[in-house]
């Protein structure tokens, strides 16, 4: 098992292609609209975990300057070369500070569970609290460890300088505690000899009520379905959701 560091640096190279089946527009399409409706309007924007950059690609487009912030630099580069107009920082979400606050804080890819800990997350929701301004909006997507089903994978294929791929990705919670587990595999077939990698790597684990607590402290919570098509509230019942978070006054 690799340090979630250690992965990004092995996973960089391979991450656009691994993700080439995410709607990166419809989500960033989601969170600025969101921004528009509940937030204070603001264009500065910063992408928590932003790996290669590709949200931030889309609300340059919309006007935002804009910030990353990431834990692997192989993936920063990445990012930099993606978006030359944003500021890009290596730092560890959980305890980052900004020159300057933000209006509006997104963190995709259920990238928030990357807090170690519970105690980490407080740490995280509390540096977020501090680096919004007035009126800020912070966007996440995450999963209930209560709702994991230890079965289900998602599963997709890819071809790539005459090398066919197939990447594998699912959730294991054991039941119990506060951690969870990413499982990865990545096979790489070339001329029929096939090569897989395959990691699995802890992230912390929480109900939807055990987080919307430590959200509270610092935010008026929204839960909205996970479906960036539409704004619908969370059912009450999916796993997944999208957490619209709107700064409270100090
Ligand atoms: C699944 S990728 C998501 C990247 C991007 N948000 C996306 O939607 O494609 C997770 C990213 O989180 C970063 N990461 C993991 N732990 C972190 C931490 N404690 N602080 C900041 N970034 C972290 C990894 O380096 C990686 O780039």
Redesign the pocket.
């Known amino acids: 098992m690799l340090s ?2 250690a992965l ?1 640096t092995d996973l960089s190279a391979y ?1 656009d292609l691994m ?1 080439c089946d ?1 709607n ?1 527009l419809a989500q960033s399409n989601m969170a600025h609209r969101l921004q528009q409706l509940l937030g204070n309007g603001g264009n500065n924007h910063l ?6 950059g ?2 931030i690609r889309h609300f340059i487009d919309y006007g935002y300057q804009c910030a990353g ?4 630099q192989p ?1 920063l580069d990445l990012a930099r070369a993606r978006c030359p107009q944003a500021n890009f920082m290596l ?4 305890s980052f500070t900004l020159k300057k606050p933000v209006d509006l804080i997104t ?5 928030i569970h ?3 800990s519970i105690h980490s997350l407080k740490q995280c929701f509390a540096s977020i609290y501090t680096a919004l301004n007035a009126g800020g909006l912070l966007v996440f997507n995450a999963v209930a460890k209560d709702k994991i089903c230890n079965l289900s994978a998602v599963r997709h294929s890819a071809q790539f300088d005459s090398s066919h791929f197939i990447f594998e990705s699912g959730w294991h919670y054991r039941g119990e505690g506060e951690q969870q587990a990413l499982k990865l595999s990545i096979a790489k077939t070339t001329a029929n000899i096939t090569e897989v990698w395959q990691d699995q790597h802890t992230m912390v684990a929480v109900s939807f009520a055990e987080l919307q607590a430590l959200l509270i402290p610092y935010f008026d919570v929204h839960m909205l379905a996970h479906d960036y098509d539409k704004i619908t509230p969370w059912d009450t019942h999916s796993g997944n959701a999208l957490f619209v978070c709107v700064k409270r006054p100090s």
């Open positions: 979630s560091n990004y991450y993700c995410i990166y992408d928590l975990a932003c790996g290669t590709p949200h912030l990431d834990l692997n993936m730092q560890d979400m959980c963190c995709f890819l259920y990238s990357y807090s170690a």
